[in-house]
């Protein structure tokens, strides 16, 4: 069995975060963790695999982002290449962006595994490296948005390269989760703070009093609100069932608390630029 380090002591504060501080804590927050992550759930994701949460819903069961065949498509937040390995099994043109080094050198591997090459570049999704109009599709599968402190830009980033009448789509921890404690058993049942508190949660490591690690919390109206404010009209919203017979256990996700509140939200935009 594959045997990883202990993580080091960290600290959890509630405060705001800039975009920059963001960005330095969860690009090498994932080089440290992708080996154990890739290693964890690396099976379940699939090496060509498109799967939207740890409920287990796959794009080929939900079908947000269309016909794919011959499509520009732009996976934000890719990690190891697999949404967009699939993407590129179905005829698209998939290209991948992350944040984390090792997480693309993951997929490098994984592309010499498969045979099914995917181009990934090195970024944020604050600042895509790509020409006005370059995609038909953009998604992103629980990479990059709850990351990032401008989300706004990040957005407007996202208009900016795709094609009129494009396809947005991406999944995130479900907003209502943010009230409770991230943990899979019972303890993660009982509210312990309030939904409408959206000060970001940071892990500070203690040994050096660095940021570590920042996740920013939105409501369901937070997320409608933004697409609206750069011309997405939002075309379906998800929050996927948890399977009767699906008892994996991933971070603050189970079979205990995904039979009684939504752990996903996936949302599927068209974008269409006002005149």
Partial sequence: ????????????????????????????????????????????????????????L??????????????DVLEVGSGAGQCSRWVTAQGGRAVGLDLSMRQLQHSRRIDDATGVHVPSVLGTA??????????????????????????????AETARVLRPDGRYAFSITHPTRWMFP??????????????WDRTPYVEVADASDVVSYVEHH????????????????????????????????????????GRLTPGTAIFAAAYRPRP
Avoid at 3 to 17: L, N
Avoid at 187 to 192: K, N
């Fill in 1 to 56: 069995m594959e045997e990883f380090a202990a993580p080091a002591p960290v600290r959890v504060e509630r405060r705001p975060v800039s975009e920059q501080e963001s960005r330095r804590a969860n690009g090498p927050d994932w080089d440290r963790y992708a080996d154990e992550y890739q290693a964890t759930h690396g099976r379940f994701l699939g090496d060509v695999g498109f799967v939207w949460g740890p409920e287990g």
């Fill in 218 to 257: 939105r409501t369901l109206e937070d997320w409608v609100d933004v697409l609206s404010r750069h011309d997405f009209a939002l075309q379906r919203l998800l929050e996927p069932r948890w399977p009767d017979d699906h008892e994996r256990v991933w971070g603050g996700w189970s079979a205990l608390r």
């Fill in 126 to 155: 604050t600042a895509l490296p790509f020409r006005d109009d370059s995609f038909d599709v953009v998604f992103s599968s629980f990479g990059a948005l709850q990351f990032v402190a401008d989300l706004d830009v990040a957005v």
């Fill in 182 to 195: 991230d943990d899979p058993g019972e303890p993660g049942l009982t509210a312990s703070q309030s939904y």
């Fill in 58 to 71: 796959t794009e080929a069961e939900a079908g947000v982002l269309g016909d794919l065949a011959g499509r």
